[in-house]
T-cell receptor, first 116, second 114 residues
Framework: GAVVSQHPSRVICKSGTSVKIECRSLDFQATTMFWYRQFPKQSLMLMATSNEGSKATYEQGVEKDKFLINHASLTLSTLTVTSAHPEDSSFYIC????????????FGDGTRLSIL | AQSVSQHNHHVILSEAASLELGCNYSYGGTVNLFWYVQYPGQHLQLLLKYFSGDPLVKGIKGFEAEFIKSKFSFNLRKPSVQWSDTAEYFCAVRGQTGANNLFFGTGTRLTVIP
């Protein structure tokens, strides 16, 4: 089946650091990738949608300068949390789709980000 | 605004018991509906989906869900649960047209006692 690899699985860093999270589709070409954020006991909230070679589309309330998304190839998207602060601590999950509405989203294992 | 409500936060059942997890949604238009499962330490996996046609949808591992349009519901069912069904279950909705975004419920944790 389709596999999405997300790295790192966990990161702990100091306030003010920038953190990059990678999302790779291992055995398919991901035309579209999604980035979600999940707070404890809450649902996954979509942050942005990225199509390969295009700028990401951010959801309302998500700062595009804070959460930089790059989708430069059909197998890799990155999310960079710039100048991270404790309130950015959360669980970040990516998913990837081959494109088209009939294609399912395949999810990564998520990244637990803790900012001290 | 779009939203998905899962009524049960944590359900505890004995093996062989029947399962029904509630999901109600609010969306201004025709929808596609999904149930995802997340086993401990694993990523989200698609259990089943509804796009159109027969409102009773069968998924993997003996799960099924019924779309009741008049009730805006898409409840997940399984006649006899197993210990291996212990997981977190998420209901999600998407508009049938437009953006391919999924809106998720808060999830229901299912614990099956052997």
């Amino acid at each position: 089946g389709a596999v999405v690899s997300q790295h790192p699985s966990r990161v702990i860093c100091k306030s003010g650091t920038s953190v990059k999270i990678e999302c790779r589709s291992l055995d398919f070409q991901a035309t579209t990738m999604f980035w979600y954020r999940q707070f404890p006991k809450q649902s996954l909230m979509l942050m942005a949608t990225s199509n390969e070679g295009s700028k990401a589309t951010y959801e309302q309330g998500v700062e595009k300068d804070k959460f930089l998304i790059n989708h430069a190839s059909l197998t890799l998207s990155t999310l960079t949390v710039t100048s991270a602060h404790p309130e950015d601590s959360s669980f970040y999950i990516c998913s990837a789709s081959e494109g088209g509405r009939r294609q399912p989203q395949h999810f990564g294992d998520g990244t637990r980000l803790s900012i001290l | 605004a779009q939203s998905v409500s899962q009524h049960n936060h944590h359900v505890i059942l004995s093996e062989a018991a029947s399962l029904e997890l509630g999901c109600n949604y609010s969306y201004g238009g025709t929808v596609n509906l999904f149930w995802y499962v997340q086993y401990p330490g694993q990523h989200l996996q698609l259990l089943l989906k509804y796009f159109s046609g027969d409102p009773l949808v069968k998924g993997i591992k003996g799960f099924e869900a019924e779309f009741i349009k008049s009730k805006f519901s898409f409840n997940l069912r399984k006649p006899s649960v197993q210990w291996s069904d212990t997981a977190e279950y998420f209901c999600a909705v998407r508009g049938q047209t437009g953006a391919n975004n999924l809106f998720f419920g808060t999830g229901t944790r299912l614990t099956v006692i052997p």
